[in-house]
């Protein structure tokens, strides 16, 4: 059956929210509190683009949802943390995260930290012990291993490190959007084809040039609307936190023009691959023009 991008956002929500509500919401737990700040930063409103790039991927592909669920559900844990941990005051000291008071505003630091760190584990948590019959052992570690580089050391978290750090180059901050955005964008097209146990070059290829061009759009398009009050954050907070972005070195229209010209070379990476690529090619026209 032929669907849309508008079907697969559907979908995609109904399946995860679906997993979030019987691992997090649908158990006791001796720390209610805990419970309360994980749930307070999972359904907060989020686009979900994370686990939608590995349906929409694996769409693409011909992957049973149900090989899907898992990673589309760990990506967005990992993704739920790193934003409670990227608002603290050490970080980013954001009191806002699309237009709600942020987690450590509303539950304290501490319970922040520790939210982040249990959406964390929960992640691998569920990779490893979660019912999924179609996926095999060698693919649960496959995920588990590209989900670990990409939110770890060689990927998110070295990003956010640079990030704070006082970059000086046009090739420092590329490097530090690779790395904080573009990795687990990347994972999330690893990912798809991990569950369709795909090794075919020809395939493969195309679709991670295409996410990693789509990566380091939409962290400059963050840039853009760091300058806005739609962001749903504090308007100009890279400045002040002084913190570097492609709109302070290169300027607002370069940045704009940049943004057309990777989602143009996204585009042309995957146009070859069928009919079925036709979601994934609307949701670079969704990154080009989001609004927060």
Known sequence: MKLTLLDLEALCQQRIEAIFFDSLKNQTTPAPTLQEAMAYSIYNGGKRLRPLLIYVTGYLLNVSWDKLDLPAVAVELIHSYSLIHDDLPAMDNSDLRRGKSTCHKVYGEAVAILAGDALQTLAFELLTSHSAKELSDRQRLDMIQTLCRASGLQGMAAGQTLDIQNIKSFDELKTMYQL??????????????????????????????????????????????????????????????????????????????????????????IQALGERSGPLLELTQAILHRKK
Request: proline share 2%.
């Open 180 to 269: 904080k955005t573009g990795a687990l964008l990347s994972a999330c097209v690893k990912l798809a084809l991990i569950a369709a146990d795909i090794k075919d070059t020809h395939v493969i290829t195309p679709l991670e040039q295409f996410a990693d061009a789509i990566g380091l759009a939409y962290q400059i398009q963050d840039d853009l609307l760091d300058q806005s009050e739609s962001s749903g954050k504090p308007k100009g907070l890279d400045k002040t936190n002084n913190k570097a972005n492609y709109v302070a070195f290169a300027g607002y229209e370069a940045a704009k023009e940049t943004i057309n010209s990777l989602i143009h070379q996204a585009t042309i990476s």
